[in-house]
């Protein structure tokens, strides 16, 4: 018998690398996926020879993780808020955060996974707002569905992908394959997605490889002579 949520509990307790989460079998399905959407990263990360560490919203490293339950911001304190802190070579390090909002004119949308740059990050917990989406190397939507995910969904996403930049690098991620999202999402051109994306499956291997480009293209910045 299948365990499909017990299946991405234990993919996001390893590639935490001994960092403890409160993931439970008793978070919503949607929010456990996001959490294994947030550990994709990680493992990434690690895959391309990168440094990982977490800290909490005041920059001190943790190893009891912390992650937003409902959208929020990077510059919240009022709890401390856990995000990883990856290093590759000589680049400036960027921070992976769960759930926040990115803004753009007068539109704010959520990333349910966000990679950004320290620098960037920093600017918007010292100035109390919202980063933009110059500072944001990768944000990733992540939809699940058991059933596969529904056609307005895509909709949404292409719509809100539309009020951002085309230079903010984005990627859409679900656990099952649909056919009326991967019509809407294929005629939207420059958006990459990934269907099917679950512990054990090509898929999994395919959504990290968009990761490690990002982390290459960012990477390529700073430091010609680190190889990821």
Known sequence: MTDPIG??????????????????????????????????????????????????????????LVFRGAPGVIHARRRPFTHAVLYFGAARPVEVHLRVKVQWKNFDGESDVLIIDTKAARDSRDKQQLPKPTGCV????????????PRDEALKYVGMRRSFPSSMASLFVTNAFSPH?????????GLPFEFGAVPGT???????????????????????????
């Open 181 to 189: 999202a991967n019509k809407c999402l294929s005629h939207a051109k």
């Open 138 to 149: 990768l944000t990733i939507e992540g939809k699940y569905y058991p059933l596969g995910v």
């Open 7 to 64: 299946d991405l509990l234990t993919e996001l307790a390893d590639a935490m690398q001994g960092a403890t989460t409160r993931f439970t079998r008793a978070d919503e399905a949607d929010r456990v996926y996001e959490g294994y959407l947030f550990a994709q990263v990680i493992a990434a990360a690690a895959e391309c020879g990168g440094r990982v560490t977490y800290e909490d919203c005041y920059e001190k490293e943790v190893q009891v």
């Open 202 to 228: 090509r898929f999994q291997t395919y959504a990290r490889a968009h990761i490690r480009e990002a982390f290459k293209s960012w990477a390529a910045d700073f430091d010609f002579g680190y190889r990821i």
